[in-house]
């Protein structure tokens, strides 16, 4: 997978959205979740775990230091309205804090370090969706769509705290060594048979997080007992 220069790329930030959790209810459960986010004007302050007026319902998947902001590239909306049948889709209608311009899966790697307003982040890992994603679109089948489509969006640490707002530049500061893209990380984890090179590649991020190293390297493990054979 080609790795594009970042410094031919406009990468933008074209809004920030937020929003505290709410009671869902889908198929008789109810259940609480952050997921519904709207945009706001001005200058936010983010901070270690999260945006200041955004919350998470669960933080066992969802917010944290390695899931502080999660952004989607707006690239992917007039896709989504294809596939939804919907005319309509605001910002923030998938979850995202960030709603970006530029920063795709295909060239975005694990671990680049970007300076977006006054704050400093950090690429983690893409966005495995979730039943409340499919709650929320009233689509059973929008989590498999979700996967497939690649068109996962990707989530961002903290590294310095700071004022964020519509219309900054995402300035990229630094990557891992070696790193694979987060479209690349996407197909590892989803493909039924993924490249064992690439599977060997993946291992070796430092920044990889343990229960994805641990997937990797069982898949690794299959797949060269299979070419054993």
């Known amino acids: 997978m080609a790795f594009?220069?970042?410094?031919?790329?406009?990468?933008?930030?074209?809004?920030?959205?937020?929003?505290?959790?709410?009671?869902?209810?889908?198929?008789?459960?109810?259940?609480?979740?952050?997921?519904?986010?709207?945009?706001?004007?001005?200058?936010?302050?983010?901070?270690?775990t999260n945006?200041?007026?955004?919350?998470?319902?669960?933080?066992?998947?969802?917010g944290g230091a390695n899931k502080a902001v999660y952004a989607y590239p707006s690239e992917h909306y007039g896709y989504w309205r294809g596939e939804l049948s919907v005319e309509e889709l605001p910002w923030g209608a998938f979850g995202e804090n960030f709603t970006t311009d530029g920063l795709l899966e295909s060239h975005v790697r694990m671990g680049d370090q970007y300076r977006v307003g006054s704050a400093v982040i950090r690429v983690t890992t893409p966005r495995l969706p979730c039943y409340k994603l499919a709650a929320k679109f009233?689509?059973?089948?929008?989590?498999?769509q979700f996967l497939r489509s690649g068109r996962s969006g990707?989530?961002?640490?903290?590294?310095?705290?700071?004022e964020v707002g519509a219309g900054d530049v995402f300035q990229f500061l630094a990557s891992d060594v070696p790193s694979l893209t987060i479209a690349e990380f996407n197909y590892l984890y989803a493909s039924p048979t993924p490249d064992l090179e690439l599977l060997e590649r993946s291992v070796e991020v430092k920044s990889l997080p343990e229960s994805w190293r641990q997937r990797f390297n069982a898949r690794l493990e299959a797949a060269r007992e299979k070419q054993s054979i």
Request: proline share 3%; hydrophobic share 40%; no cysteine.
């Open 4 to 48: 594009q220069s970042r410094l031919i790329i406009t990468m933008e930030l074209i809004s920030v959205n937020v929003g505290m959790p709410r009671l869902l209810t889908s198929k008789g459960a109810s259940f609480k979740t952050g997921i519904f986010k709207h945009p706001v004007a001005g200058r936010v302050m983010l901070r270690q």
């Open 51 to 62: 945006l200041d007026g955004d919350r998470q319902a669960d933080l066992s998947v969802h």
């Open 138 to 144: 009233k689509s059973d089948d929008i989590i498999e």
């Open 154 to 162: 990707f989530y961002f640490s903290v590294l310095e705290e700071g």
